[in-house]
């Protein structure tokens, strides 16, 4: 079985050659490598250092992918899609930004994602009420963006389409009128929406790439299946 590696970018990626000291020497069948860049941006000669790694693997065409906007979700769905794909033997997804450097070798980070499930810890925090579109509350998780599934698991996120026309609809970092806002009976998803939602009515903050997987997966009954760890650190 192999990896496939997906680069969620903004552009070039400025430690390129540390990625391909990364993959240097390691036989092809073991990874794959999708790109989803800005629409345009093309890897060749003049833009990265190693062209053999990343030239010809961006999916085209590429919309404009912004932080906290269901748009970011809609870019990792379509890299999951494009893997799953393409890269048939791939049973690990790993999400990478142009920002993440290999601090481990690939034998050792092979390693970590094919070591079984020990851990079913999952935070959980109240979110937007988005109950009316089948998000209730109870079923509210947050999480990294930057994550690492099974092939089960990545089948799962890309064919999905309520939930994340849910979030299309409710939840992104722009503030808008939250759902159920200055009504409904007083239960549980009512106090969810209160406790995110300022005095007039809006919504405060939700960001989508942190939230849909882990409650796509809460949903979808398969919490238990999942660690409490990623393969990325993360120095704010």
């Not at 893997?83 to 290999?102: G, H």
């Not at 009128?177 to 969810?192: Q, T, Y």
């Amino acid at each position: 079985p192999s990896i496939a590696f997906l680069f969620l970018t903004r552009g070039a990626l400025p430690h390129d050659h540390l990625w391909g000291k990364f993959f240097a020497r390691q036989d092809r069948s073991a990874y794959a490598i999708h790109v989803h860049a800005p629409p345009g941006f093309v890897f060749d000669e003049t833009t990265t250092r190693v062209p053999w790694l990343f030239n010809a693997r961006v999916l085209l065409p590429n919309p404009v992918a912004a932080w906290g906007d269901a748009a970011l979700v809609r870019a990792e769905k379509k890299l999951l899609r494009r893997a799953l794909e393409a890269s048939p033997s791939a049973m690990r997804f790993v999400l990478l930004s142009e920002s993440c450097v290999p601090l481990r070798s690939f034998a050792f980070v092979r390693a970590y994602l094919y070591v079984e499930a020990s851990l079913d810890h999952n935070d959980r925090y109240p979110g937007v009420a988005m109950a009316k579109d089948g998000v209730p509350r109870r079923a509210w998780r947050k999480g990294s963006q930057w994550f690492a599934m099974t092939r089960e698991h990545a089948t799962i996120v890309a064919e999905d389409v309520e939930v994340f026309e849910a979030f299309e609809k409710h939840c992104n970092v722009t503030a808008r009128r939250a759902a159920g806002g200055g009504g409904g009976g007083g239960g549980d998803d009512d106090a969810a929406t209160s406790a995110h939602t300022g005095a007039n009515g809006w919504s405060t903050f939700c960001a989508p790439d942190e939230h849909y997987i882990p409650t796509l997966f809460a949903l979808r009954g398969i919490e238990r299946e999942l660690e409490g760890r990623g393969v990325t650190y993360t120095n704010w």
